[in-house]
Structures are given as C-alpha cells and as structure tokens.
C-alpha cells in the first residue's frame, strides 16, 4: 500500500492562528502554478483529485492541510508565479508564508516542485535561498519527466544538482513523472524518513519465519505470507 495512502483533506488556513495544534510532523509543498504540484500531491497519496481541493475558489491563496494520520501532515502552500499585485504577494507572504516557513516547529522540510524542463526559475531559486537558511532540508521533484528524454533527463538533474551545492546542503533532487508514476518510491523513502512514517510492516520480511515454519508447518497462514514475500523477491532474514 502506498505510504500516503490514508492522506485526506484536513482544513485550510488563512491565519496562523489557525495552524493545526495537534500537528507532530507536517511537510510542506511548494512550486510555480503549474508545476506540477497537486498531480504530485496526488500521486504520492495514489488519489486522483485529492489536492485540487487546493485549487477550489477561497483556497487557492492559503495553506491546505492533508493529514495522514497519527498527527502527520501534507501542507500545500500556494503556488507562485502568476501575476498578482505587489502589494497582495507581499501581505500574503508576510502575514502568512514567511512566518509559516520559518517559525513553524512541525515542519520538518520542504518539498519543491520545479518543471524539469525549467527548473530554476527566479521564484524557486528566492525561495530555495530563504528556506535554506532555516537549516530544514528541501527535497526536490522535478516534474513532468515523461517529457524529457533519458539524456535530457541526466541534464536536467546534473545542472540543478550544481545549482543547488552552492545553495544549500541539506537538498535533495530526483526526477519524478505523476504521468508515468515515476520516482514515488524514491519520494515516499524521503517524506517517510522526515515524517517518522515506515513502510507499512507487511511490505517488509517477516523476520525468522523461516526457523518458525520449520518448527510448526501447519500454521497455513504463516505459509501463504512466506509464499507471498518470496514472490515479491524478498528473502526471509537468515538466523
Ligand atoms: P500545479 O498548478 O503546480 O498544482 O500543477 P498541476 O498538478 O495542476 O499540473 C499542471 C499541468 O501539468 C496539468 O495540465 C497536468 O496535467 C500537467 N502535469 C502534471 N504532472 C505531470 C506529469 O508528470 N507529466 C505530464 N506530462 N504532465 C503533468
């Protein structure tokens, strides 16, 4: 089962006041509209229109919260790059982005989104210096890979990987694809890890059920589990 499977709308906030109190962990999405964001978001909780929630009328400008469960949160902040007035980008970052991003305790780290066919825009590399200096690691998707070849996609991931040594680090890149679902177990290893969730138990060996069988063939059940771990190419721990 998919990591972030469980994920579902949770509220969206306009105010910090408002912030989830019971918010453990929490990741936070961010990239240029159109990036790619909520098919990301999507993809990784293997649901097709769970993040254009963030796309209705009244939620596009603040933050959509996702739990996952056991106090662990998706955050999809609002997508940058269009065209707004200076005076409604700066309220929006001051009175909430800013602040969200660098004081939040929860937060453990921060998605980036970048088209893998532009990445690095003016508004990703402002926001990867400023996120940087928080000291909480960024992971970066970059997008659409499905529309770059194999040695476009090498390129892509050499260049930004240069890019971002000189920036911070504590940042991560792989390529991803929602069209392809590409790159999703290498994003579930890195949210999981910042997020304290595990793959789920029955996706890994069962440890000593082979000295186990031996001792009780008739435990059918233990059987079928063996039979369906050994199909899945995993090799039961040797004692
Ligand atoms: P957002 O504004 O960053 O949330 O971006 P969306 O997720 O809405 O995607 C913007 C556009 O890019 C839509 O037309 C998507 O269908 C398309 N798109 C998103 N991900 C992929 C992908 O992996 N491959 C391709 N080919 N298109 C994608």
Known sequence: MPLFQKAVFH???????DLPADSQREVAFAGRSNAGKSSAINTLANHTRLA???????????????????????????????????????SQWEGLL????????????LVLIMDSRHPLTELDLQMLDWFAQTGKPIHILLSKADKLTRQEQALALREVQEALARISD?????????????GVAEAEAVLGGWLGLEPKAEALPPVGLRTEKAARPKNRKAIGWSARTAKAGEKPAEK
Do not use: M, W
């Not at 504590?170 to 590409?182: I, V």
């Open 170 to 182: 504590n940042c991560s890149l792989q390529l991803f694809s929602s069209l392809k679902k590409t």
């Open 52 to 90: 254009f929630v963030s796309k209705t009328p009244g939620r596009t400008q603040h933050l959509n919260y996702f739990t996952l469960g056991e106090g662990k949160y998706f955050v999809d902040l609002p997508g940058y790059g269009f065209a707004k007035a200076p005076e409604e980008i700066r």
């Open 98 to 109: 800013a602040p969200y991003l660098r004081f939040r305790p929860p937060l453990v780290g």
């Open 11 to 17: 509220t969206t906030v306009a105010n910090l006041r």
